[in-house]
């Protein structure tokens, strides 16, 4: 059995003489050691890519971000989803200065055609 030398009953010597293996398992843990700088340097990197397609994520969604907001507030054609309450849902599109303003011009002609429970969710700008 191998184990550990009992103290003052066996040398290194004698130790080295009982497992013979000793200098292969010496340069495992060695490679082991380099297999974790490895395995560190791997983590690392994947960390980085991921931080950075993190980053490159997060700059398109701000420029898609302050386009709809730019879209939001120009004048022209608005494209809505018209959500009513217990009726069946519509696409409309409507000029106007702004969203905002396109918006209310729908909700009332909806109410001039009796659909007083519908409500135009902005969908976007259209162009044309």
Not at 58 to 79: C, E, I, L, M, Y
């Amino acid at each position: 059995m191998y184990g550990a030398p009992r103290v003052g009953t066996e040398t290194s010597e004698a130790w080295k003489d009982l497992n013979p293996r000793e200098g292969r398992v010496h340069s495992a843990l060695l490679s082991a050691g380099s297999d974790e700088k490895m395995t560190m340097k791997r983590v690392l990197g994947a960390v980085i890519g991921g931080v950075m397609v993190a980053v490159a994520g997060v700059a398109v969604a701000a420029n898609f971000t302050s386009s709809r907001q730019a879209d939001f507030f120009a004048p022209g054609k608005h494209q809505f989803y018209v959500w009513c309450a217990g009726g069946s849902d519509y696409m409309a599109m409507q000029s106007g200065a702004s969203a905002e303003d396109a918006q209310m011009l729908l909700y009332n002609a909806n109410k001039r055609a009796g659909k007083t429970t519908c409500w135009p969710v902005w969908q976007g700008r259209v162009s044309g």
